[in-house]
Protein backbone atom coordinates (compact mmCIF):
# COMPACT_ATOMS: atom_id res chain seq x y z
CA UNK A 1 0.00 0.00 0.00
CA UNK A 2 1.23 3.59 -1.03
CA UNK A 3 2.28 5.46 2.29
CA UNK A 4 0.47 9.08 1.77
CA UNK A 5 3.04 12.45 1.45
CA UNK A 6 2.32 15.09 4.25
CA UNK A 7 0.98 17.11 1.50
CA UNK A 8 -1.93 15.24 0.70
CA UNK A 9 -2.61 14.30 4.10
CA UNK A 10 -3.05 17.94 4.71
CA UNK A 11 -4.83 18.45 1.95
CA UNK A 12 -7.66 15.53 2.98
CA UNK A 13 -7.41 16.74 6.88
CA UNK A 14 -8.68 20.54 5.22
CA UNK A 15 -11.25 18.72 3.05
CA UNK A 16 -12.24 16.63 5.49
CA UNK A 17 -12.61 19.20 8.57
CA UNK A 18 -14.54 21.52 6.40
CA UNK A 19 -17.32 18.71 5.45
CA UNK A 20 -17.09 17.76 8.95
CA UNK A 21 -17.85 21.03 10.14
CA UNK A 22 -20.72 21.60 8.25
CA UNK A 23 -22.78 18.07 9.31
CA UNK A 24 -20.91 17.27 12.78
CA UNK A 25 -22.71 17.84 16.03
CA UNK A 26 -20.93 20.73 18.52
CA UNK A 27 -19.72 17.49 21.08
CA UNK A 28 -17.73 16.31 18.02
CA UNK A 29 -16.49 19.49 17.23
CA UNK A 30 -15.76 19.63 21.09
CA UNK A 31 -14.14 16.36 21.14
CA UNK A 32 -11.52 17.44 18.29
CA UNK A 33 -11.03 20.46 19.80
CA UNK A 34 -10.35 18.85 23.26
CA UNK A 35 -7.63 17.14 21.30
CA UNK A 36 -6.31 20.63 19.46
CA UNK A 37 -6.08 21.74 22.94
CA UNK A 38 -3.71 19.50 23.98
CA UNK A 39 -1.69 19.33 20.89
CA UNK A 40 -1.66 22.93 21.18
CA UNK A 41 0.14 23.46 24.52
CA UNK A 42 2.79 20.15 23.60
CA UNK A 43 3.74 22.38 20.93
CA UNK A 44 4.23 25.28 23.45
CA UNK A 45 6.02 23.24 25.32
CA UNK A 46 8.62 21.94 22.55
CA UNK A 47 9.06 25.46 20.81
CA UNK A 48 11.75 26.93 23.37
CA UNK A 49 12.99 23.03 22.56
CA UNK A 50 12.98 23.53 19.12
CA UNK A 51 14.48 26.91 19.12
CA UNK A 52 17.85 25.39 21.29
CA UNK A 53 18.16 22.32 19.40
CA UNK A 54 18.57 24.02 16.32
CA UNK A 55 20.14 26.69 16.42
CA UNK A 56 22.65 26.12 19.26
CA UNK A 57 24.10 23.00 16.90
CA UNK A 58 23.84 25.06 14.10
CA UNK A 59 25.97 27.97 15.12
CA UNK A 60 28.37 25.87 16.97
CA UNK A 61 28.97 23.84 13.65
CA UNK A 62 29.19 26.98 11.78
CA UNK A 63 31.96 28.12 13.88
CA UNK A 64 34.03 25.52 13.04
CA UNK A 65 33.51 25.28 9.36
CA UNK A 66 36.70 26.35 6.82
CA UNK A 67 37.67 30.00 7.38
CA UNK A 68 36.68 32.89 4.59
CA UNK A 69 34.48 30.48 2.29
CA UNK A 70 32.76 29.71 5.15
CA UNK A 71 32.09 33.51 6.11
CA UNK A 72 31.09 34.48 2.14
CA UNK A 73 28.79 31.41 1.84
CA UNK A 74 26.95 32.05 4.81
CA UNK A 75 26.94 35.74 4.36
CA UNK A 76 25.27 35.33 1.32
CA UNK A 77 23.11 33.05 2.69
CA UNK A 78 21.49 35.66 5.21
CA UNK A 79 21.57 38.36 2.36
CA UNK A 80 19.46 35.68 0.45
CA UNK A 81 16.93 35.09 3.14
CA UNK A 82 16.83 38.63 4.00
CA UNK A 83 16.16 39.73 0.49
CA UNK A 84 13.57 37.23 -0.12
CA UNK A 85 11.80 38.13 3.51
CA UNK A 86 11.77 42.32 2.24
CA UNK A 87 10.46 40.96 -1.29
CA UNK A 88 7.73 39.20 0.35
CA UNK A 89 6.71 41.81 2.46
CA UNK A 90 7.05 44.56 -0.21
CA UNK A 91 4.63 42.14 -2.13
CA UNK A 92 2.04 41.57 0.54
CA UNK A 93 1.66 45.05 1.41
CA UNK A 94 0.99 46.59 -2.18
CA UNK A 95 -1.12 43.17 -3.38
CA UNK A 96 -2.69 41.96 0.13
CA UNK A 97 -5.04 45.58 0.12
CA UNK A 98 -6.56 45.09 -3.08
CA UNK A 99 -6.81 40.60 -2.83
CA UNK A 100 -7.78 40.43 0.18
CA UNK A 101 -9.72 42.92 1.07
CA UNK A 102 -13.10 41.70 0.47
CA UNK A 103 -12.57 38.66 3.45
CA UNK A 104 -10.77 41.46 5.58
CA UNK A 105 -14.19 43.32 5.28
CA UNK A 106 -16.31 40.55 6.67
CA UNK A 107 -14.96 41.13 10.80
CA UNK A 108 -15.11 37.54 11.36
CA UNK A 109 -11.77 36.83 10.62
CA UNK A 110 -10.58 39.55 13.76
CA UNK A 111 -11.22 37.03 16.84
CA UNK A 112 -10.78 33.34 15.93
CA UNK A 113 -11.02 32.18 19.04
CA UNK A 114 -14.51 33.82 19.63
CA UNK A 115 -16.47 31.99 17.46
CA UNK A 116 -14.29 28.32 18.20
CA UNK A 117 -16.29 25.81 20.79
CA UNK A 118 -14.25 25.39 23.56
CA UNK A 119 -12.57 21.94 24.26
CA UNK A 120 -14.11 19.59 27.34
CA UNK A 121 -11.29 20.39 29.52
CA UNK A 122 -7.13 21.34 29.39
CA UNK A 123 -4.37 20.38 30.59
CA UNK A 124 -1.83 22.80 31.44
CA UNK A 125 1.62 22.23 29.94
CA UNK A 126 4.26 25.16 30.41
CA UNK A 127 7.02 25.73 28.51
CA UNK A 128 10.34 25.12 30.87
CA UNK A 129 11.35 28.77 29.22
CA UNK A 130 10.13 31.57 27.32
CA UNK A 131 11.13 32.05 23.68
CA UNK A 132 13.40 34.92 24.13
CA UNK A 133 15.38 32.50 27.07
CA UNK A 134 15.19 29.74 24.77
CA UNK A 135 17.07 32.25 22.28
CA UNK A 136 19.34 33.60 24.57
CA UNK A 137 20.83 30.00 25.49
CA UNK A 138 20.46 29.12 22.18
CA UNK A 139 23.08 32.22 21.05
CA UNK A 140 24.98 31.54 23.90
CA UNK A 141 25.72 27.48 23.98
CA UNK A 142 26.14 27.75 19.72
CA UNK A 143 28.94 30.79 20.12
CA UNK A 144 30.56 29.24 23.30
CA UNK A 145 31.12 25.71 21.78
CA UNK A 146 32.71 28.08 18.65
CA UNK A 147 35.22 29.71 20.89
CA UNK A 148 36.01 27.38 23.53
CA UNK A 149 36.29 24.57 20.51
CA UNK A 150 34.10 22.12 22.61
CA UNK A 151 33.90 19.31 21.08
CA UNK A 152 32.09 17.10 24.06
CA UNK A 153 29.40 19.94 24.46
CA UNK A 154 29.00 20.22 20.51
CA UNK A 155 28.42 16.50 20.63
CA UNK A 156 25.48 16.86 23.27
CA UNK A 157 24.03 19.67 21.25
CA UNK A 158 24.11 17.44 17.85
CA UNK A 159 22.49 14.98 19.68
CA UNK A 160 19.73 16.86 21.34
CA UNK A 161 18.92 18.06 17.96
CA UNK A 162 18.43 14.31 17.11
CA UNK A 163 16.51 13.99 19.45
CA UNK A 164 14.38 17.24 18.54
CA UNK A 165 13.95 16.14 15.05
CA UNK A 166 12.70 12.80 16.07
CA UNK A 167 9.72 14.55 18.07
CA UNK A 168 8.90 16.78 15.18
CA UNK A 169 9.01 13.34 12.34
CA UNK A 170 7.53 10.71 15.03
CA UNK A 171 4.81 12.78 16.68
CA UNK A 172 4.57 16.34 15.65
CA UNK A 173 4.17 15.39 12.05
CA UNK A 174 2.08 12.82 11.74
CA UNK A 175 -0.61 14.34 14.31
CA UNK A 176 0.01 17.84 12.29
CA UNK A 177 -3.43 16.60 9.83
CA UNK A 178 -5.56 15.66 12.71
CA UNK A 179 -4.42 19.10 14.39
CA UNK A 180 -5.48 20.93 11.14
CA UNK A 181 -8.44 19.14 10.64
CA UNK A 182 -9.53 19.77 14.00
CA UNK A 183 -8.86 23.15 13.85
CA UNK A 184 -10.99 23.67 10.00
CA UNK A 185 -13.42 21.67 11.53
CA UNK A 186 -14.50 23.77 14.00
CA UNK A 187 -13.95 27.32 11.94
CA UNK A 188 -16.86 25.87 9.79
CA UNK A 189 -18.72 25.12 12.84
CA UNK A 190 -18.08 28.81 13.37
CA UNK A 191 -18.49 30.34 9.70
CA UNK A 192 -15.04 31.03 9.12
CA UNK A 193 -13.95 28.35 6.26
CA UNK A 194 -15.53 30.75 3.17
CA UNK A 195 -12.65 33.22 4.55
CA UNK A 196 -9.77 30.68 5.37
CA UNK A 197 -10.20 28.84 1.60
CA UNK A 198 -10.23 32.78 -0.48
CA UNK A 199 -7.45 33.51 1.70
CA UNK A 200 -5.40 29.83 0.67
CA UNK A 201 -5.97 30.19 -2.69
CA UNK A 202 -4.82 33.61 -3.19
CA UNK A 203 -1.77 33.55 -1.21
CA UNK A 204 -0.76 30.41 -2.70
CA UNK A 205 -0.44 31.78 -6.04
CA UNK A 206 1.23 35.12 -4.65
CA UNK A 207 3.74 32.80 -3.30
CA UNK A 208 4.56 30.56 -6.31
CA UNK A 209 4.80 33.97 -8.16
CA UNK A 210 7.36 35.43 -5.26
CA UNK A 211 9.08 32.06 -5.69
CA UNK A 212 10.22 32.32 -9.77
CA UNK A 213 10.73 35.89 -9.16
CA UNK A 214 13.13 35.31 -6.38
CA UNK A 215 15.09 32.56 -8.24
CA UNK A 216 15.40 35.26 -11.51
CA UNK A 217 16.74 37.59 -9.32
CA UNK A 218 19.71 35.35 -8.00
CA UNK A 219 20.74 33.55 -11.23
CA UNK A 220 20.60 36.58 -12.86
CA UNK A 221 23.26 37.84 -10.18
CA UNK A 222 25.09 34.68 -10.14
CA UNK A 223 25.17 34.62 -14.26
CA UNK A 224 26.31 38.38 -13.89
CA UNK A 225 28.99 37.67 -11.44
CA UNK A 226 30.32 34.32 -13.35
CA UNK A 227 29.79 35.97 -17.26
CA UNK A 228 27.53 33.12 -17.95
CA UNK A 229 23.90 33.17 -19.45
CA UNK A 230 21.35 33.06 -16.13
CA UNK A 231 18.85 31.12 -17.96
CA UNK A 232 21.44 28.73 -18.92
CA UNK A 233 22.19 28.15 -15.31
CA UNK A 234 18.67 27.74 -13.74
CA UNK A 235 17.57 25.43 -16.14
CA UNK A 236 20.92 22.90 -14.98
CA UNK A 237 19.26 23.16 -11.62
CA UNK A 238 15.49 22.27 -12.69
CA UNK A 239 16.52 18.20 -11.55
CA UNK A 240 17.18 19.36 -8.12
CA UNK A 241 14.03 21.57 -7.84
CA UNK A 242 11.97 18.80 -9.32
CA UNK A 243 13.63 16.37 -6.95
CA UNK A 244 13.27 18.85 -3.87
CA UNK A 245 9.03 18.85 -5.02
CA UNK A 246 8.96 15.28 -4.26
CA UNK A 247 11.06 14.97 -1.26
CA UNK A 248 10.11 18.31 1.10
CA UNK A 249 13.19 18.00 2.54
CA UNK A 250 16.98 20.34 1.85
CA UNK A 251 18.70 17.57 3.02
CA UNK A 252 17.60 14.91 1.23
CA UNK A 253 17.99 16.82 -2.00
CA UNK A 254 21.41 17.21 -1.52
CA UNK A 255 23.20 14.51 -3.94
CA UNK A 256 20.91 15.88 -7.03
CA UNK A 257 22.16 19.34 -5.71
CA UNK A 258 25.57 18.74 -5.41
CA UNK A 259 25.47 16.79 -8.94
CA UNK A 260 23.66 19.95 -11.10
CA UNK A 261 25.54 22.58 -9.16
CA UNK A 262 28.90 20.59 -10.23
CA UNK A 263 27.33 20.45 -14.32
CA UNK A 264 26.80 24.50 -13.95
CA UNK A 265 30.23 25.09 -13.45
CA UNK A 266 30.53 25.28 -10.02
CA UNK A 267 33.93 23.64 -8.75
CA UNK A 268 34.20 20.40 -7.33
CA UNK A 269 36.37 21.53 -3.88
CA UNK A 270 33.52 24.30 -3.69
CA UNK A 271 30.74 22.53 -4.62
CA UNK A 272 31.58 20.09 -1.78
CA UNK A 273 31.48 22.44 0.85
CA UNK A 274 28.78 25.04 -0.35
CA UNK A 275 26.01 22.64 -0.80
CA UNK A 276 25.54 20.64 2.43
CA UNK A 277 26.18 24.24 3.91
CA UNK A 278 23.42 25.72 2.22
CA UNK A 279 21.22 23.17 2.80
CA UNK A 280 20.84 24.26 6.13
CA UNK A 281 21.38 27.68 6.07
CA UNK A 282 19.62 29.08 2.72
CA UNK A 283 15.87 29.17 3.24
CA UNK A 284 14.66 31.74 0.22
CA UNK A 285 11.80 30.17 -0.31
CA UNK A 286 10.63 28.85 3.16
CA UNK A 287 11.26 33.10 4.07
CA UNK A 288 8.85 33.67 1.34
CA UNK A 289 6.50 31.63 2.49
CA UNK A 290 6.12 32.53 5.90
CA UNK A 291 6.44 36.24 5.03
CA UNK A 292 3.80 35.85 2.91
CA UNK A 293 1.59 33.61 4.79
CA UNK A 294 2.54 35.27 8.38
CA UNK A 295 1.61 38.98 6.63
CA UNK A 296 -1.96 37.79 4.94
CA UNK A 297 -3.13 35.90 8.54
CA UNK A 298 -2.44 39.75 10.19
CA UNK A 299 -4.14 41.44 7.50
CA UNK A 300 -7.13 39.42 8.53
CA UNK A 301 -7.41 39.97 11.81
CA UNK A 302 -6.69 43.97 11.49
CA UNK A 303 -3.18 44.54 11.79
CA UNK A 304 -0.99 46.06 9.10
CA UNK A 305 2.53 45.76 9.57
CA UNK A 306 4.77 48.89 8.54
CA UNK A 307 8.39 47.59 7.47
CA UNK A 308 9.80 49.16 10.96
CA UNK A 309 7.58 46.70 13.12
CA UNK A 310 8.36 43.56 10.43
CA UNK A 311 11.88 43.87 9.43
CA UNK A 312 13.32 42.70 12.94
CA UNK A 313 11.33 39.74 12.70
CA UNK A 314 12.72 39.39 9.15
CA UNK A 315 16.26 39.26 10.72
CA UNK A 316 15.21 36.87 13.21
CA UNK A 317 13.81 34.66 10.88
CA UNK A 318 16.96 34.23 8.47
CA UNK A 319 19.25 33.26 12.52
CA UNK A 320 16.15 30.91 13.61
CA UNK A 321 15.80 28.64 11.11
CA UNK A 322 19.53 27.77 11.04
CA UNK A 323 19.69 24.30 10.39
CA UNK A 324 15.72 23.90 10.50
CA UNK A 325 15.71 19.93 10.28
CA UNK A 326 15.55 17.97 7.34
CA UNK A 327 11.99 16.80 7.97
CA UNK A 328 8.95 18.25 5.79
CA UNK A 329 8.11 21.90 7.83
CA UNK A 330 11.06 21.91 9.44
CA UNK A 331 11.29 26.13 8.76
CA UNK A 332 7.83 27.10 9.84
CA UNK A 333 8.19 24.56 13.46
CA UNK A 334 11.33 27.21 14.01
CA UNK A 335 9.60 30.07 13.06
CA UNK A 336 6.47 29.04 15.91
CA UNK A 337 8.27 30.96 18.49
CA UNK A 338 9.01 34.15 16.51
CA UNK A 339 5.36 34.11 14.93
CA UNK A 340 4.44 33.34 18.81
CA UNK A 341 6.25 36.27 20.29
CA UNK A 342 7.22 38.90 17.82
CA UNK A 343 4.04 39.32 16.02
CA UNK A 344 1.75 38.22 18.57
CA UNK A 345 -0.07 34.60 17.48
CA UNK A 346 -1.96 32.66 19.33
CA UNK A 347 -2.50 28.73 19.00
CA UNK A 348 -5.10 28.94 16.56
CA UNK A 349 -3.45 31.73 14.08
CA UNK A 350 -0.02 29.42 14.61
CA UNK A 351 -2.21 26.30 13.32
CA UNK A 352 -3.50 28.33 10.43
CA UNK A 353 0.10 29.60 9.86
CA UNK A 354 1.35 25.73 9.87
CA UNK A 355 -1.42 25.01 7.51
CA UNK A 356 -0.84 27.74 4.77
CA UNK A 357 3.06 26.73 5.00
CA UNK A 358 2.63 23.04 4.23
CA UNK A 359 0.09 23.24 1.86
CA UNK A 360 3.31 24.86 -0.25
CA UNK A 361 6.10 23.46 1.45
CA UNK A 362 7.43 21.51 -1.10
CA UNK A 363 7.87 24.49 -3.42
CA UNK A 364 9.27 26.63 -0.56
CA UNK A 365 12.26 23.58 -0.33
CA UNK A 366 12.41 23.39 -3.91
CA UNK A 367 13.24 27.00 -4.31
CA UNK A 368 15.81 26.93 -1.24
CA UNK A 369 17.58 24.09 -3.19
CA UNK A 370 17.23 25.80 -6.65
CA UNK A 371 18.91 28.96 -5.24
CA UNK A 372 21.78 27.33 -3.64
CA UNK A 373 22.59 26.41 -7.02
CA UNK A 374 23.32 30.62 -7.81
CA UNK A 375 24.85 30.76 -4.25
CA UNK A 376 27.48 28.54 -5.14
CA UNK A 377 28.34 30.10 -8.39
CA UNK A 378 28.78 33.56 -6.50
CA UNK A 379 30.66 31.91 -3.76
CA UNK A 380 32.63 30.14 -6.82
CA UNK A 381 33.14 33.88 -8.56
CA UNK A 382 34.12 35.72 -4.99
CA UNK A 383 36.73 32.69 -4.10
CA UNK A 384 38.52 32.54 -7.50
CA UNK A 385 39.00 36.49 -7.36
CA UNK A 386 40.00 36.29 -3.81
CA UNK A 387 43.10 33.10 -4.88
CA UNK A 388 43.24 35.33 -8.11
CA UNK A 389 44.62 38.31 -5.76
CA UNK A 390 46.56 36.37 -3.20
CA UNK A 391 48.60 34.81 -5.99
CA UNK A 392 49.33 37.94 -7.64
CA UNK A 393 50.71 39.63 -4.26
CA UNK A 394 52.69 36.26 -3.78
CA UNK A 395 54.29 37.01 -7.22
CA UNK A 396 54.91 40.94 -6.45
CA UNK A 397 56.96 39.23 -3.32
Known amino acids: MMKLGLLPRIVIAIILGIIVGKIAPDWAIQTFATFNGLFGNFLSFVIPLIIIGFIAPGIGQLGQGAGKLLGMTTGLAYVSTILAGLLAFFAASLIYPNILQEEASLGSFASPEEALLAPFFTVDMPPLMGVMTALLIAFLLGLGVTFIKGNALNSILVEFREIIEKVISAVIIPLLPIHIFGILANMTNGGQVETILSVFAKVFIMIIALHILMLIIQ ?36 PVTLRQAKKIGVREKVADFTVPLLATIHLSGSTITLVSCSIAIMFLTGNTPTLGSYFPFILMLGITM ?61 NKERSSKKLSKAKAV
Not at 234 to 247: D, I, R, S
Open 219 to 254: YTTGGLAARKNPFALLKGMLPAYFTALGTQSSASTI
Open 322 to 382: IAAPGVPGGAVMAALGLLETMLGFDQTLLTLMIALYLAQDSFGTATNVTGDGALSVLVDKM
